[in-house]
């Protein structure tokens, strides 16, 4: 079965540009997440989209970040423009269920962003 | 809400010694909490849960970890060390309306030979 992809892996921008990551999460998952993890510290989340529609962006900086899963299959997360404090990896996630939570994630490798 | 706090950011063991990495949550209701490991250049990965029932609840590579609601602690230990187990480990738990999960700050632990 394959896992969650993500891409780029990697991503060196300066300030005040854009950047978008992209997402397939496992077939057949209903829910998807976006997680932000700044060196040092656990994965925060951003959003999290049950099919194609958002169940939480609360923590979602929404002046500057952008998601979308169209089709309820798989997903992008825009930032722009970028400042220095966005450098992080970004965690995608899924998982099965489509009722409530399991706790019970499957991530994809991240994709480290870095803002110069 | 609940939340979760890992005590040490870094712990190292010789190998085949106890492993023991520590976890604290704050919650007003019976928790649901996690240990997910994440590997160098890797995901996440769930390495076990804890919902209701037994307080001991095993996961994959040989860890453990032990509900004790009176320390309101979910402490992950392994026998014996592999240098294998060198990665950061991270505590969670489900809080909120919304029943997200919430991770700890990550304990990287480093298997010394």
């Known amino acids: 079965e394959a896992g969650v992809a993500q891409s780029p892996r990697y991503k060196i921008i300066e300030k005040r540009q854009s950047v978008a990551f992209w997402c397939n999460p496992i077939?057949?998952?209903?829910?998807l997440y976006w997680y932000q993890q700044i060196l040092g510290q656990g994965p925060k989340l951003l959003i999290q989209?049950?099919?194609?529609?958002?169940?939480?962006d609360s923590q979602l900086p929404k002046d500057r970040f952008s998601a979308e899963r169209l089709k309820g299959v798989d997903s992008t997360l825009k930032i722009q423009p970028a400042k220095l404090e966005d450098s992080a990896v970004y965690l995608c996630?899924?998982?099965?269920?489509?009722?409530?939570?399991?706790?019970?994630?499957?991530f994809g490798e991240g994709s480290r962003l870095t803002v110069l | 809400a609940q939340s979760v706090t890992q005590l040490g950011s870094h712990v190292s063991v010789s190998e085949g010694a106890l492993v023991l990495l520590r976890c604290n949550y704050s919650?007003?209701?019976?928790?649901?909490l996690f240990w997910y490991v994440q590997y160098p250049n890797q995901g996440l990965q769930l390495l076990l849960k804890?919902?209701?029932?037994?307080?001991l609840v095993k996961g994959i590579n040989g860890f453990e970890a032990e509900f004790k609601k009176s320390e309101t602690s979910f402490h992950l230990t392994k026998p014996s060390a592999h240098m294998s187990d060198a990665a950061e480990y991270f505590c969670?738990?489900?809080?909120?309306?919304?029943?997200?999960?919430?991770f700890g700050s990550g304990t990287q632990l480093t298997v010394l030979p």
């Open positions: 919650s007003s209701v019976p928790p649901y």
């Open positions: 996630a899924s998982s099965l269920t489509s009722g409530a939570n399991t706790g019970e994630l499957f």
């Open positions: 077939s057949g998952h209903a829910t």
């Open positions: 989209f049950q099919n194609n529609g958002v169940v939480d």
């Open positions: 969670a738990g489900l809080s909120g309306s919304a029943r997200q999960l919430t």
């Open positions: 804890y919902t209701t029932g037994a307080t």
